[in-house]
């Protein structure tokens, strides 16, 4: 059968509004064009006429296919962007979220404004912390992470981006040598109560970057505790939507002197900053 490119965007749109909402299914569209298949607009424009070869029919049907199945874009497309990066992702790695833009952007300011020298991302995932703090300031950058595929994604990440950052495998700080300066994490803080209610992509990604005990304050809590026995000036984290009440109680009482929480764009909690 011959399409025009003009046509196949067209029944490619309607394909997604199967299982996506008309505007998600218009965004992904658009995304599978653009970063897909690497045809911009003014391609479009000027060669929607053209007839769309055989074989990317056949690769658009099969990532139609693991779509379908609630896959995520990122993990077909393998890599996602973050503060304007391309950040090679897999299934052993987190998808970057936007809201941990505000982290970063936070961890800029407190470190800046205390002058810090050396920084640490804990639970790296794909290392999109640690490589933007690295590539965006004069720190030394080191990065812990507990499962070593996605240590080996954020070594290439940081390869790839020329980001120097001295990598450790294992639990929060505990392979990190001293002095570990500014703390900055993104560690699982979903509650595993929630697994049931949660949107069917998530089950793509892996739990032990979702999920932790205790309400998902679990690592939370642990890491604030050891980065103050660790005198780090400052603990930085990414918590969940309602988890900033009992986070800062937490910090005042493992030792810091001031703990403060930021909220995102739809006025949730998301960043919890505690001062020494
Ligand atoms: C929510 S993901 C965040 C990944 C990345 N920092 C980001 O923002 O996209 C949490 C990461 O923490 C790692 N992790 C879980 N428990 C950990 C622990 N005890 N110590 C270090 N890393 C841990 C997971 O493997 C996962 O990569």
């Known amino acids: 059968m011959t399409q025009t490119y003009h046509q196949f965007r067209l029944d490619l749109a309607t394909a997604l509004t199967g299982f996506l909402d008309p505007e998600e299914a218009q965004a992904e569209c658009s995304r599978w064009f653009e970063e897909g298949l690497g045809l911009s607009r003014s391609w479009m424009s000027a060669h929607g006429a053209d007839l769309v070869p055989v074989e990317v029919r056949r690769k658009v049907g099969d990532w139609l296919r693991r779509r379908r199945t609630g896959e995520p874009w990122a993990y077909i497309l393998g890599w996602s962007l973050f503060r304007g990066?391309?950040?090679?992702?897999?299934?052993?790695?987190?998808?970057?979220?936007?809201?941990?833009?505000?982290?970063?952007?936070?961890?800029?300011?407190?470190?800046?404004?205390?002058?810090?020298?050396?920084?640490?991302?804990?639970?790296?995932?794909s290392g999109i912390i640690a490589v933007s703090l690295a590539l965006e300031t004069d720190w030394q950058l080191?990065?812990?992470?507990?499962?070593?595929?996605?240590?080996?994604?954020?070594r290439k990440n940081a390869e790839q981006l020329g980001a120097a950052i001295q990598f450790h495998e294992g639990s929060l700080l505990n392979p990190v040598p001293d002095p570990v300066g500014l703390v900055v994490a993104n560690l699982p803080y979903v509650d595993p109560a929630d697994q049931?209610?949660?949107q069917r992509e998530l089950a793509f990604e892996p739990s032990s970057a979702l999920f932790a005990p205790d309400r998902g304050l679990?690592?939370?809590?642990?890491?604030?505790?050891?980065?103050?026995?660790?005198?780090?000036?400052?603990?930085?984290?990414?918590?969940?939507?309602?988890q900033g009440g009992e986070l800062c109680r937490s910090a005042l009482g493992s030792g810091w002197r001031k703990a403060m929480v930021h909220q995102d764009f739809a006025g949730h909690d998301r960043v919890l900053v505690a001062l020494a």
Not at 104 to 122: F, M, Q, S, Y
Not at 218 to 242: F, H, M, N, W, Y
């Open 218 to 242: 679990a690592l939370s809590t642990a890491l604030l505790v050891q980065a103050r026995a660790r005198k780090s000036p400052a603990c930085l984290l990414e918590i969940g939507a309602d």
């Open 196 to 198: 049931p209610t949660l």
């Open 142 to 154: 080191a990065a812990s992470e507990l499962s070593p595929g996605a240590l080996a994604v954020a």
């Open 85 to 125: 990066r391309r950040f090679k992702v897999t299934p052993d790695t987190l998808i970057p979220r936007p809201e941990t833009e505000l982290l970063v952007e936070a961890a800029l300011e407190v470190g800046r404004r205390l002058k810090v020298e050396h920084c640490v991302d804990v639970g790296t995932g």
